[in-house]
């Protein structure tokens, strides 16, 4: 099938022009000059499909590189799976996802992802890897880290908090670290500093502080920004290159920037949530309420200015990808697990359908440029994540992931179930976004149309990544 994308303009982290894109098969083969008698122009005009982009973008599909679809966390699992999740993803322009693969003490790592082939594979509408969650380091995990590699798993994803469950202490993070620098992959760090966190936990609920907000309270910023210094600290010793998940605190960004100053192959993520809810709006609100909002890092408060810093952080490049973490849980019988211990509640918010628009709207707020969104939102994670070339551009080449954006376009989020995500509300309610996703290719399969789901579970395809092309 030849699909051509008339008429609108193309977007990359380098600029916007005005393009056709002819699509055949699962890749671009050309993007051409409008009226372009070059080569492809004939075959352009013999297009079995055309698709109008006039007014429109045309981007590259959204990757997603931090997902939990059904993840076991929290005594219960995501509610998502990866057939509903990739749905969702679809649905709002993001045409690939980077899942985690869960792997705990005692557990064998290539079993655990033999465990997450089998339950993704057959399942996807779009295109997905998986990174590695080592939460037993060992001489035998450290072993397997070699072996994933060839197997198209290159990063791996340490925690600092969650003692008991994912944790690992500094010996084992530095162990972990010496393996990524010999064999060339990433470490990913959710930093926090996990135990500190439990004694302040505990003394809270003793206290009888049980609502919602103390989950926020109990894990203050020092705490991540303790934990950001540290990890880059053993990055340091060791010459690992560090990925820090889901930054939400303005003071651990401002250290991993000082340290990419000089000269350090230090990155970070950060996530929708922590751009626009915060812990007084959201994770305040009254009875049970702020539960929907529980995740970690958690919602920081407004009042210290910690989002208006995330922003101005992605808008300087010390923030690279804006991802997700998505990770979402029903407030019946999930979340609800919590009421009168939030400790108890399953840690995680809902946003794979909602990144690329909560993130163009700060496009529209003139926070960020377009193509800058392009960068956050599809370039920069593939390269991160070693997928660049077949993900994450617009050229010759590269698999038809594309999304038509319409700029002049309107979503309502979360209002009477529009969303997709398996979930029962949205974190996102009552959100209004300054455009819309009108159509999604899939390795040039037309997923999205017109406000209409055309994919199907199994479309998506597994992919082997390579090395992070930021470390080359
Ligand atoms: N944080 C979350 O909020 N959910 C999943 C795991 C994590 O680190
Ligand atoms: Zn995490
Ligand atoms: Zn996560």
């Given at each position: 099938m030849?699909?051509?994308?008339?008429?609108?303009?193309?977007?990359?982290?380098?600029?916007?022009?005005?393009?056709?894109?002819?699509?055949?098969?699962e890749?671009?083969?050309?993007?051409?000059?409008?009226?372009?008698?070059?080569?492809?122009?004939?075959?352009?005009?013999?297009?079995?499909?055309?698709?109008?982009?006039?007014?429109?973008?045309?981007?590259?599909?959204?990757?997603?590189?931090?997902?939990?679809?059904?993840?076991?966390?929290?005594?219960?699992?995501?509610?998502?799976?990866?057939?509903?999740?990739?749905?969702?993803?679809?649905?709002?322009?993001?045409?690939?996802?980077?899942?985690?693969?869960?792997?705990?003490?005692?557990?064998?790592?290539?079993?655990?992802?033999?465990?997450?082939?089998?339950?993704?594979?057959?399942?996807?509408?779009?295109?997905?890897?998986?990174?590695?969650?080592?939460?037993?380091?060992?001489?035998?995990?450290?072993?397997?880290?070699?072996?994933?590699?060839?197997?198209?798993?290159?990063?791996?994803?340490?925690?600092?908090?969650?003692?008991?469950?994912?944790?690992?202490?500094?010996?084992?993070?530095?162990?972990?670290?010496?393996?990524?620098?010999?064999?060339?992959?990433?470490?990913?760090?959710?930093?926090?500093?996990?135990?500190?966190?439990?004694?302040?936990?505990?003394?809270?609920?003793?206290?009888?502080?049980?609502?919602?907000?103390?989950?926020?309270?109990?894990?203050?910023?020092?705490?991540?920004?303790?934990?950001?210094?540290?990890?880059?600290?053993?990055?340091?010793?060791?010459?690992?290159?560090?990925?820090?998940?889901?930054?939400?605190?303005?003071?651990?960004?401002?250290?991993?920037?000082?340290?990419?100053?000089?000269?350090?192959?230090?990155?970070?993520?950060?996530?929708?949530?922590?751009?626009?809810?915060?812990?007084?709006?959201?994770?305040?609100?009254?009875?049970?309420?702020?539960?929907?909002?529980?995740?970690?890092?958690?919602?920081?408060?407004?009042?210290?200015?910690?989002?208006?810093?995330?922003?101005?952080?992605?808008?300087?490049?010390?923030?690279?990808?804006?991802?997700?973490?998505?990770?979402?849980?029903?407030?019946?019988?999930?979340?609800?697990?919590?009421?009168?211990?939030?400790?108890?509640?399953?840690?995680?918010?809902?946003?794979?359908?909602?990144?690329?628009?909560?993130?163009?709207?700060?496009?529209?707020?003139?926070?960020?440029?377009?193509?800058?969104?392009?960068?956050?939102?599809?370039?920069?994670?593939?390269?991160?994540?070693?997928?660049?070339?077949?993900?994450?551009?617009?050229?010759?080449?590269?698999?038809a992931?594309?999304?038509?954006?319409?700029?002049?376009?309107?979503?309502?989020?979360?209002?009477?179930?529009?969303?997709?995500?398996?979930?029962?509300?949205?974190?996102?309610?009552?959100?209004?976004?300054?455009?819309?996703?009108?159509?999604?290719l899939s390795r040039g399969t037309v997923v999205?149309?017109?406000?209409?789901?055309l994919g199907a579970?199994?479309h998506?395809?597994?992919?082997?990544?390579?090395?992070?092309?930021?470390?080359?």
């Amino acid at each position: 099938m030849t699909v051509l994308i008339k008429g609108g303009t193309v977007i990359s982290p380098t600029g916007s022009t005005a393009a056709d894109v002819l699509v055949d098969g699962e890749r671009i083969v050309a993007v051409l000059e409008p009226g372009s008698t070059a080569l492809g122009a004939d075959l352009a005009a013999s297009a079995e499909r055309v698709i109008d982009a006039t007014g429109k973008y045309v981007v590259p599909g959204g990757i997603d590189g931090h997902t939990h679809m059904q993840m076991p966390f929290g005594g219960t699992e995501a509610s998502d799976t990866f057939e509903t999740g990739t749905r969702a993803a679809a649905w709002g322009g993001t045409t690939t996802i980077v899942d985690f693969v869960v792997q705990r003490q005692g557990e064998r790592v290539q079993e655990t992802l033999a465990a997450w082939h089998a339950k993704a594979g057959g399942e996807c509408a779009i295109d997905y890897g998986f990174h590695q969650i080592i939460g037993g380091v060992d001489d035998d995990s450290l072993k397997a880290m070699d072996e994933l590699i060839e197997e198209g798993v290159t990063t791996f994803k340490l925690f600092m908090a969650y003692p008991g469950v994912f944790y690992s202490d500094d010996g084992q993070i530095l162990r972990a670290m010496q393996t990524a620098a010999s064999n060339g992959s990433m470490i990913m760090m959710h930093a926090e500093n996990g135990t500190a966190i439990d004694v302040l936990v505990q003394q809270a609920l003793a206290r009888g502080e049980t609502d919602p907000v103390y989950h926020g309270l109990t894990r203050p910023w020092q705490t991540e920004e303790e934990a950001t210094h540290r990890a880059i600290m053993l990055a340091r010793i060791t010459g690992a290159p560090l990925y820090v998940v889901h930054m939400s605190a303005k003071q651990a960004v401002a250290t991993l920037a000082a340290h990419r100053g000089e000269g350090l192959n230090v990155f970070g993520e950060t996530c929708p949530q922590y751009l626009y809810l915060s812990l007084e709006k959201n994770l305040a609100a009254a009875g049970f309420e702020g539960a929907k909002w529980v995740c970690s890092t958690p919602l920081r408060a407004e009042a210290e200015g910690h989002q208006e810093e995330l922003w101005k952080y992605l808008r300087t490049n010390d923030l690279q990808v804006v991802s997700t973490d998505h990770c979402p849980f029903c407030m019946k019988e999930q979340k609800e697990l919590g009421i009168g211990d939030f400790s108890k509640i399953p840690n995680g918010i809902g946003s794979v359908e909602h990144r690329m628009d909560l993130l163009f709207q700060g496009v529209v707020d003139g926070r960020i440029t377009k193509e800058r969104w392009v960068e956050l939102c599809s370039t920069t994670p593939a390269r991160m994540f070693g997928m660049y070339g077949k993900k994450g551009i617009i050229a010759p080449g590269a698999d038809a992931d594309i999304v038509v954006y319409d700029p002049n376009g309107h979503t309502s989020i979360g209002l009477g179930k529009t969303h997709h995500m398996n979930m029962d509300y949205s974190a996102w309610e009552g959100y209004e976004i300054d455009g819309h996703v009108d159509t999604v290719l899939s390795r040039g399969t037309v997923v999205i149309d017109d406000n209409q789901y055309l994919g199907a579970k199994g479309h998506g395809q597994f992919i082997k990544r390579g090395l992070s092309q930021y470390l080359s």
